[in-house]
Every structure is written in C-alpha cells, then in structure tokens.
C-alpha cells in the first residue's frame, strides 16, 4: 500500500528512519569511473563501471522501493555527470527545507542544477549554501540533532554555515579519516538509539560521543568496503542492504529489523550503496 502524501508535506524530513515517502534517484545511465575521486574508485578503476549491469541493478532497486509504498522521483541522467547516480550527494533534507550541497568535486557541479530546476518546477522551498563546501553523504539528521562529518568534502566553515540557517538544531560536527568519503560510509543512524559504526575511521572523542548517544552495531573492515554502513531505512525497521554484508544483515535481524536485500554491487564501486543513492524528500514519523 502507499502512502498517502499530505498536500502541505511536500517536503519533511527529521530522521534518518522514518516512513520513507517520497524519494529523488538517479539512473545510472552514463556512470563510469572517469576521474578518481575516492579509494574505492581507485581499486576499481581499470575494471570501470559495466553500466547496463548498474542500471538493470537500479531499476531492481527502484522497483523494489515502489513495492514498500514508497514515491520514486527519477531525474533525467545527463552524460555529462558519471556520478549522477548518487544523489544523496547533491543536497539533504532537513525539516522542510532541500539543502543544496556545494560539490568539491569539478565534475559533480552540475548535477545540484538539475535537482535545482527540479525543485523549482515542484515550488519547493531550497536553500543554496554559496561559498561552502558541503556534501550530503556528510550530514545525517535524527531528530534535534544533525551530525556533519568534517571530510575532504565537507569544510568546518560549511558547517557553522548551516548552523546559521539552522539555530534550532544541536550541529555536531564529527571528523572521521578523510579517505572514507563521505560520514555515511562509515556512520548511519537506524532509530533513536541504534546507529551502524565503523570504528577504525574515529578517534576516541567521536567514538565516545556517538557510542553514548547510540547502541552501535560494528560494521567489519571487509563489510565497510562494500558499503556496510551505507544502508537506507525506510520506517518500521526495514533497512535497505546489499546481500554480500552477511554480517551486518544478520545483525540488523537479530535486532528485529526487516532486511530486504537488493543487489547493487556494479553501484558500489563507485563508492557509494543505498544512502548514497538516494535523496528523500518527505518522511513520516512511525
């Protein structure tokens, strides 16, 4: 069944696992590892991108969100961006506002204008960020609380940016080992209290903080690799993850969480998984 949108709701989000609603996504039509811009592209880079095999695997995975009610906004793939796919990248919802992330790297620019020209055409309320430095595979949002990772693609300056625009929230800034990319490969938040983890990639400071405030559930080195921490919650315990993290399913299920197992290992080499190929745009709490 699906969910029924609220005609005012057309944008909210305040969590990182209530009831998925209404998505943005990305066919990866033209992907490719053109430039390298993470450690995981470099390890794949002679291989490259089999790219009929990653969008038969993203059509899989747009099929499947439909299946659990969820409303699936697909943006045109333009060849001029081999990153398209990851859209969470480009911008992150907060409360009732689209974010529009400011990309470190030349050859992701132009991707926040088409989400832009999207919003524009929907009366979205977006608010650019000029003259940062933000991603949003970087900010992960629970409730009151908004954790941004100090990363190679994300600067301190951008973050007391945000707070700005954002008073209301409690920002935490949380740097991690900058060739990890993004906080959501190596840190997401399941519910109020539980939270995947890569321990390696914090100092003791961060781990204390994120260790208090979440029952955290370790993610292997060999499972970080193929995104173990890059999981989508949709609401009501069901979490997005690939197959090969027999690990980390089995311990989302052992904590009653609903595990539906999609196949997106041509995506992740590339260096991003379920979160990073999604951008939500409204959620309702369960």
């Given amino acids: 069944m699906s969910i029924a949108l609220k ?35 470099r390890h794949y880079a002679a291989e490259n991108i089999n790219r009929s095999l990653a969008s038969a695997q993203h059509k899989e995975f747009v099929l499947a969100l439909r299946n659990q009610g969820v409303e699936v906004v697909e943006l045109p793939p333009d060849h001029q961006y081999p990153e398209q796919v990851f859209t969470r990248d ?9 974010f529009l992330s400011t990309m470190e790297s030349s050859i992701r620019k132009g991707e926040v204008e088409i989400l832009k020209k999207w ?19 970087d900010v992960i949002a629970d409730r009151d609380n908004v954790f941004v990772g100090v990363s190679g693609r994300t600067s301190d300056i ?7 625009h954002l008073p209301e929230k409690n920002m935490m800034a949380i740097p991690f080992d900058k060739k990890y990319l993004h906080l959501d490969c190596v ?28 029952d955290t559930i370790e993610v292997s080195k060999e499972e970080q690799f193929t995104m173990g921490t890059n999981v989508l919650s949709i609401g009501n315990k069901k979490v997005f993850s690939l197959p090969v993290n ?33 951008l939500p745009l409204v959620r309702y709490a369960n």
């Fill in 7 to 41: 005609p005012t709701e057309s944008i909210r989000c305040q969590s990182e696992y209530d009831s998925l609603a209404r998505v943005i996504v990305c066919e990866p039509q033209y992907m490719s590892i053109s430039e390298v811009i993470n450690e995981t592209q």
């Fill in 90 to 98: 480009i911008g992150f919802t907060i409360d009732s506002t689209v």
């Fill in 119 to 137: 919003l524009i055409s929907q009366k979205a309320t977006m608010q650019p960020l000029p003259d940062t430095k933000i991603e949003g595979g």
């Fill in 158 to 164: 951008s973050i007391q940016t945000l707070r700005n």
């Fill in 187 to 214: 840190f997401n938040i399941l519910s109020p209290r539980k939270a995947l983890i890569y321990p390696p990639a914090f100092q003791e400071k961060e781990l204390n903080i994120l260790s208090k405030m979440y």
């Fill in 246 to 278: 027999k690990k980390v399913n089995s311990q989302l299920r052992e904590r009653g969480y609903e595990v539906i197992e999609v196949d997106l290992s041509e995506i992740i080499k590339s260096g991003g998984s379920f979160r990073c190929c999604t």
